[in-house]
Nanobody, 118 residues
Framework: QVQLVESGGGLVQAGGSLRLSCAAS????????MGWFRQVPGKEREFVAS????????YYADAVKGRFTISRDNAKNTVYLQMNSLKPEDTAVYYC???????????WGQGTQVTVSS
């Protein structure tokens, strides 16, 4: 089993920055990929960014490319999402997720609220 706990959400003005953290515990292997997703009430959850636990390969949704950066600290089993130049449309609940190498995000955190005011 894998447990994921997000932190770092909050309220920020447009143009500001936040850094989200996702602490992972349990059976984490190098084959894992870690992802960040977000969801607005009434809409489907959408992909934001992902990173390979082994080689650090990063992938971003077009909506956040150039503004958000995903990273990992293997020693701490923690994944980060640095969010810069935030826009009101980035407002959402952000979720951390883990894909145990099966091309499916099977493990999810509880989510953290990010609110960007205009």
């Amino acid at each position: 089993q894998v447990q994921l706990v997000e932190s770092g959400g909050g309220l920020v003005q447009a143009g500001g920055s936040l850094r989200l953290s996702c602490a992972a515990s349990g059976r984490i292997f190098s084959s894992f990929a870690m992802g960040w997703f977000r969801q607005v009430p009434g809409k489907e959850r959408e992909f934001v960014a992902s990173i390979s636990w082994s080689d650090g390969y990063e992938y971003y949704a077009d909506a956040v490319k150039g503004r958000f950066t995903i990273s990992r600290d293997n020693a701490k089993n923690t994944v980060y999402l640095q969010m810069n130049s935030l826009k009101p449309e980035d407002t959402a609940v952000y979720y951390c997720a883990a894909d145990p190498g099966v091309r499916s995000y099977n493990y999810w955190g509880q989510g953290t609220q990010v609110t960007v005011s205009s």
